[in-house]
């Protein structure tokens, strides 16, 4: 006959033995949602995808990535919010300046002048590159790699007019995605911008309702905007960086060896692409020729007068945006 103390025990027994089964089943696998701004096949889609498959490799399959192209989560914006309450857990992509102004700091014009230069000022543990991770981390993001992608330029469906100087008015409307930098970019190299949603762009363009586009680059426009792309000015107009970004709380559920493998996959993902970028640019700039668009020449001396009206012009009001200074002591700190 079982005494009250003696079912307690028997009952003690059993939650043991089960806690013990528990203990020794295997942890269950984690597939991170990762989103990316370009559509399928595109370089950085097959990129992510090699990161995905090292990761897997690592972790012995028990962290994969699920990707999601060609912004079918929602825009960088939308995606960038939903990766701070932990609805989306990752991304490459631009950094959205609609939830923090600072950020609009990464995206100055002209604030690096060649390849090289970039590294140094995006790279990892470079000045600005820290002062995002900063940004992003008070929106429980926490920044994995940089991306680089190229440096931006315009897209016209027409001819250009003194495409190299910017003291030249010329009577064309440019859609500007709706940042105050670029804004402020056009309005200064003799343009005129009209802050459109990218979802209207290519309408627009297509309609006449404006000429062309800035905020993008040779990859870009291959990608969304050939089709009305007759000319391209490679105008170095701001260096495009994405970043691999993911929700810290999601980042903080992974193990320890887990995420190592993880930082270790991206700080890879970061090697390979500041090694292929530069290529990669001039491929699309030619891919744009072969599609019909006349690639226009810009002498290294209208780049430099181009930089130097915009870096006195546009920089200041950007800068008074965002913090005169704490912007202006990040970069004293990158260009010296």
């Not at 932990?86 to 609609?98: C, E, L």
């Amino acid at each position: 006959m079982f005494t009250p103390s003696t079912k307690i025990k028997k009952c003690a027994q059993v939650v043991t033995l089960a806690m013990a089964a528990l203990s020794v089943l295997p942890a269950t696998a984690a597939t991170l949602k990762i989103s990316h701004v370009r559509p399928q096949g595109t370089v950085v889609d097959t990129d992510i995808k090699q990161l995905g498959e090292e990761i897997k490799t690592a972790t012995d399959g028990d962290v994969k990535l699920r990707v999601y192209a060609a912004n079918a989560l929602g825009d960088y914006t939308l995606v960038q919010e939903r990766i701070s309450v932990g609805a989306i857990d990752m991304a490459v992509q631009p950094a959205s300046t609609a939830t923090d102004r600072k950020m609009q700091l990464g995206l100055l014009p002209y604030l690096a002048n060649d390849w090289q230069q970039a590294q140094q000022i995006y790279g990892d543990g470079a000045p600005v590159r820290e002062a995002m991770e900063k940004l992003f981390a008070k929106q429980d993001i926490t920044l994995l790699a940089a991306y680089p992608v190229y440096f931006g330029g315009i897209s016209l469906n027409r001819d250009a007019k003194a495409p190299g100087q910017p003291d030249i008015s010329k009577g064309i409307k440019l859609r500007v995605p709706p940042i105050k930098s670029f804004q402020l970019l056009a309005d200064n190299v003799g343009y005129i911008g009209s802050p459109l949603p990218f979802s209207e762009a290519f309408t627009a363009v297509q309609t006449g309702v404006v000429d062309g586009v800035i905020g993008s680059g040779a990859e870009g426009y291959y990608a969304s905007f050939r089709d009305v792309t007759k000319t391209y000015i490679p105008l170095n107009t701001h260096f495009e960086i994405w970043y691999l970004m993911i929700n810290s709380e999601r980042l903080d559920d992974l193990s320890d060896s887990e995420q190592q493998a993880l930082k270790t996959a991206a700080a890879n993902f970061e090697n390979r692409r500041w090694e292929n970028a530069q290529k990669d640019q001039a491929a699309n700039e030619q891919r744009l020729a072969d599609n019909g668009a006349e690639i226009i020449k810009v002498s290294p001396q209208q780049l430099a007068q181009t930089a130097e009206k915009v870096r006195s012009t546009v920089w200041p009001e950007i800068l008074e945006d965002i913090g005169a200074e704490w912007g202006q002591e990040i970069l004293d700190k990158a260009l010296n």
